[in-house]
């Protein structure tokens, strides 16, 4: 693999994460510096070892892995999604939001990232260093995921108290164009 397709391919891999991480930004007030950089590592570092996970996945049959990842990321983004309009119409406490903040950042993280599965399901099957891909998926992720997490404060301001609900229409959208990818549905 060239460093040109592995950037291209870092890239592509990095933009899920990045319209996720606008509707994360949005959500928060003031997000400073190091929190969109936490956001990023949290997304960077998910991103960085589901080709892993795919890559082992791929060596015992790269075809059961191509045949459920889609149902698994619509599903988690739908749910994602859903979780995410129904807290924008309830408005929730802002503490109780809090506390669900880290878990529901690693599931959309890992909803965002089982496309990557696949990718380092089908790298088993080709002459491509699996860790050179995974570490540029996850730096490409980190650094996209960190500055939409910026980009979503500053998209915020105009959206006021609609951005949760337009991140969880994002997230579902997301998760129907992976579904529109993989399948003959759409």
């Known amino acids: 693999m060239t460093p040109i397709t592995l950037l291209f391919l870092a890239v592509s891999m990095s933009a899920d ?4 991480s606008i509707s994360k930004g949005a959500e928060l007030q003031k997000p400073r510096f190091r929190h969109a950089i936490g956001i990023g590592l949290v997304f960077g ?35 994602i999604g859903l979780h995410m309009i129904y807290t924008g119409l309830k408005k929730e406490h802002k503490i109780e939001h809090r506390k669900q903040t880290l878990w ?19 790298l088993a099957f080709i002459d491509a260093s699996i860790i050179a891909t995974s570490l540029a998926i996850g730096l490409a992720t980190t650094v996209m995921a960190s500055i939409g997490t910026l980009l979503g ?34």
């Open 45 to 79: 570092v998910i991103e960085a070892i589901t080709p892993l996970l795919g890559w082992a996945a791929g060596m015992v049959s790269q075809q059961y892995v191509q045949a459920w990842d889609h149902w698994v990321a619509f599903t988690l983004l739908s749910v």
């Open 17 to 20: 994460a990045f319209a996720a």
């Open 104 to 122: 529901l950042l690693i599931l959309t993280a890992t909803a965002t990232s089982l496309d990557a599965m696949a990718v380092g399901a089908s």
């Open 153 to 186: 404060h500053k998209l915020g301001k105009f959206v006021g108290h609609w951005a949760e609900l337009i991140g969880g229409v994002v997230l579902i959208g997301i998760g129907l164009a992976v579904l529109a990818e993989h399948t003959a549905f759409f």
